[in-house]
């Protein structure tokens, strides 16, 4: 009987152990998701400004375009 109850402690520290290493490795990648997520917001508020100014560039005003050929 105590030789069970023994094995039963040895397993329940061995789990115990590597739940804690994986509560940790979740901790990390949600460390990791968020910094991404971050910076993932950012280069989509840059890539807005860009092409909205790229955008705006490009708009000639219709008095100064110069007709198609074929008029």
Do not use: C, G
Not at 13 to 34: G, P, T
Not at 46 to 54: G, R, V, Y
């Amino acid at each position: 009987m105590d030789e069970k109850i023994l094995d039963l402690e040895t397993k329940i520290s061995f789990q115990d152990h590597w739940l804690q290493e994986l509560k940790d490795l979740v901790f990390e990648q949600q460390n990791e998701i968020e910094a991404l997520t971050k910076r993932l917001l950012l280069l989509e508020k840059k890539f807005t400004e860009a092409t909205a100014t790229q955008k705006d560039a490009d708009i000639i005003d219709a008095d100064f375009e110069v007709p198609p050929p074929h008029y």
